[in-house]
Nanobody, 120 residues
Framework: QVQVVESGGGLVQAGGSLRLSCAAS????????MGWYRQAPGNQRELVGI??????NYADSVKGRFTISRDNTKNTVYLQMNSLKPEDTAVYLC???????????????WGQGTQVTVSS
């Protein structure tokens, strides 16, 4: 079993900053990719950014404002969000692609989501 737990959401004024954390734990042989998606009410889930191996890709809407970092020793990924805008308001979900220790199968796992609200 693999657990993915996010933390760090909240309410912030426009122009402010927040830092989200996400830790994957459990029966993990290897974490291939970790990243963040978000979903606002009435909208589809969209990619914020994802890190795989040595590369990180971001959505155009967050480039230059958001930064993803990863601690492979802790199977943890962080999302530093600066210069936040009201349109960044959404539930942010952590995503992991994991090779399971149990059977060496590759599976996708999601966190429960954390709310980020940016007031104008």
């Amino acid at each position: 079993q693999v657990q993915v737990v996010e933390s760090g959401g909240g309410l912030v004024q426009a122009g402010g900053s927040l830092r989200l954390s996400c830790a994957a734990s459990g029966s993990i042989f290897r974490v291939n990719a970790m990243g963040w998606y978000r979903q606002a009410p009435g909208n589809q889930r969209e990619l914020v950014g994802i890190t795989t191996g040595g590369s990180t890709n971001y959505a155009d809407s967050v480039k230059g404002r958001f930064t993803i970092s990863r601690d492979n020793t802790k199977n943890t990924v962080y999302l530093q969000m600066n210069s936040l805008k009201p349109e960044d308001t959404a539930v942010y979900l952590c995503y992991c692609n994991v090779v399971r220790q149990l059977d060496y199968s590759t599976r996708d796992y999601w966190g429960q989501g954390t709310q980020v609200t940016v007031s104008s």
